[in-house]
Every structure is written in structure tokens, then in C-alpha cells.
């Protein structure tokens, strides 16, 4: 769930079956946890993604959400073999404190090895990053990096310039508290001493939390009517897969709130292609731009919010059928 306040810890009877590795597995398909790039990592396999066309994979948002939901609502419409991943620390893939880098070191590198490992270790010679909201970073990144071993990139309502988020999230806030927007940033430029960096993400999201609660907020701006949020934590309440505050914990110690992706995109080499909501004010229309304009990505707005597969879900298949295909 791309929503980045922490939320409560999974459930202390939530545990992983003994025989994972033991169900008759064909062709790649299965359930795995294996350690790989110093962690424990979840994920889930449909078809065989060693073989023919490059398989998708799914990058959760969050930071720290999981792979369940989008599998349980959308998993048996994937065009092609398939991976959903549980980011280090999310999930059911092992706590973050438990990895071999640890909670301090957590950044977008060590996600992006984390990809990379997978990859690895199912034998594909390529993959389609699929990522969504915060996964997007992730997914745009890899194909940055690892340009040989992606065969496109697809975001859906990306998030990639956070200070940009911040500020709508403040936007927002004052909104609903019907109060005139004060943006911290030029205080905050102002009292930073040159040659250091102003932290105005940072505080420009204290500010918007302050007027409001975190996940009223992000409720607000991301659904675009009451069932459809409703069915999303119906699924998350199923899946007993709550969290992921050590995750966001740790990216906003490493200055999430503060990062600006955009001058990375035009760097990228792999077709590109942005799945919007026009309903998702998080990402709709200023992050979408970024991609759009520096990653020359080819964007396809459809009538739903931040989980379009939910709103619409034969419009959101078109759409990835598309961009896949064109």
C-alpha cells in the first residue's frame, strides 16, 4: 500500500509453513523464502520466468506494504509469468533488523540489489519491473542500472520527487482544516547554513501531519470512493500482513522525504511506460510528468485512484496489455 505513516506490527502468530520449499513446484511456479543479498526474501511465482518472454515483476509501494493484495485482486489476470516480491523488512519477507546489512543501511541500492538477487536466482535472462507508488523508484532505478537486464519498465501512479509529494500532502491538509496553506520550505531555506541541504520535505510532511492524521490524509488523496478503500483494507485485514513502519522508518532516516529522483530519468535507456489514476492526487499530474518528460515515458491516464486494478480492473488489464505489448 503506498502510504508511507507506520502502522501497526503483523500479528505475533503470523509464521511461514515449515515445507515452503516442499509443494511439487513446476516450471518455476511456487512460493519461496530464500536468502538472498544478506536478507530473507518472500516471493511468488506464476509461470515460468526463466523461459520465453521476460516475466513481471510486482514492486509493492509503501514503503514497507506487501505483495498480497495486488496478487489476491489481480494476480490470475497477469498477462505473462509472474513474481510478487515482498521487499526487504515488508511481508512475509524476514525483519528488516534480521538482514545482514541491517535496518541502518536500508536505501533504494540494497532494493535494487534485492531485484537483481531475484532475478538471479529464478533464471531469467530479463524482467518487466512493475512497480507502484514507492516500488516505482525501485523499478525505474533497476532499469537504470541494470539496462541488459530489462526488457521495459511499467510504473503505476509513481512517486519520484518527495519533497513534491510533501508539499501536496500539506496542500491538502490545510484543506481539509480549512486553513491558508503555510509552506515551511522558504523558513527552512532560509535558516539552513550554506553548502548544507535544506530539509524541506521533512518539514513540510511534519506540518501536513500535524494538521492531520497520516492515514486520513493519504485515504483522502488516494481513493476515490469509500468501497473501494474498504475492499483494499478488507484484503490487507485477510492477508494478516499489516506494517512495515520499520521500513519507512528507516528510509525516512536515510532522507526519503527529501529525495529527488527526477534527475535520474533521463538516464534511463529501457522503454518506459506510466499507468495512471487521474483520481491518485499523490502522483496525478506532477509526478507523472517527471516521468513522462525526463524518462520520455509513454503515460496512459485511466478513471481510477492509486489502485487502479481495483477501481477498474478490465481497464487497468488493458492498459498493462498495452504496455507490454507496444
Do not use: C, K
Not at 175 to 187: E, F, I, K, N, Y
Amino acid at each position: 500500500m503506498s502510504d508511507l505513516p507506520p502502522s501497526d506490527a503483523a500479528p505475533d502468530d503470523f509464521a511461514f509453513p515449515d515445507d515452503h520449499l516442499d509443494r511439487g513446484f513446476t516450471d518455476g511456479e511456487g512460493v519461496y523464502l530464500e536468502h538472498l543479498n544478506g536478507a530473507d526474501l518472500y516471493f511468488e511465482v506464476t509461470g515460468d520466468p526463466a523461459s520465453g518472454e521476460a516475466p513481471l515483476v510486482f514492486l509493492h509501494g509503501g514503503p514497507g506494504y506487501n505483495s498480497y493484495s495486488f496478487q489476491a485482486a489481480f494476480g490470475d489476470r497477469m498477462p505473462r509469468a509472474a513474481v510478487f516480491l515482498d521487499q526487504r523488512g515488508s511481508g512475509r519477507s524476514g525483519p528488516l533488523e534480521e538482514t545482514e546489512q541491517g535496518a541502518d543501511t536500508l536505501d533504494l541500492d540494497t532494493l535494487v540489489g534485492d531485484l537483481e538477487a531475484v532475478r538471479d536466482f529464478l533464471g531469467a535472462e530479463r524482467i518487466v519491473p512493475l512497480g507502484h507508488g514507492f516500488g516505482a523508484l525501485v523499478a525505474l532505478e533497476y532499469a537504470r542500472r541494470h539496462p541488459t537486464r530489462t526488457a521495459r519498465v511499467i510504473v503505476v501512479n509513481p512517486w519520484v520527487h518527495y519533497p513534491d509529494l510533501a508539499r501536496a500532502l500539506l496542500e491538502e491538509a490545510s484543506a481539509r482544516r480549512g486553513v491558508p496553506l503555510d509552506d515551511p520550505a522558504g523558513r527552512v531555506r532560509a535558516d539552513t547554513p550554506d553548502g548544507q541541504h535544506a530539509p524541506v520535505g521533512a518539514a513540510r510532511i511534519e506540518a501536513a501531519f500535524d494538521l492531520l492524521n497520516a492515514r486520513d490524509l493519504l485515504n483522502a488523496l488516494q481513493f476515490r470512493d469509500a468501497p473501494t478503500r474498504m475492499r483494499l483494507e478488507f484484503m490487507d485485514a485477510e492477508g494478516q500482513l499489516v506494517g512495515g513502519g520499520e521500513v519507512q522508518e528507516a528510509l525516512v532516516n536515510q532522507g526519503l522525504w527529501e529525495f529527488e529522483y527526477p534527475p535520474f530519468l533521463a538516464e534511463i535507456r529501457r522503454p518506459v511506460f506510466v499507468i495512471s489514476g487521474v483520481h491518485d492526487r499523490t502522483s496525478y499530474p506532477e509526478q507523472v510528468q517527471w516521468v513522462a518528460d525526463l524518462a520520455d515515458g509513454d503515460v496512459t491516464v485511466l478513471d481510477a485512484a492509486h489502485y487502479p486494478w481495483l477501481d477498474d480492473e478490465d481497464a487497468f488489464a488493458q492498459a498493462l496489455d498495452d504496455a507490454l505489448n507496444r
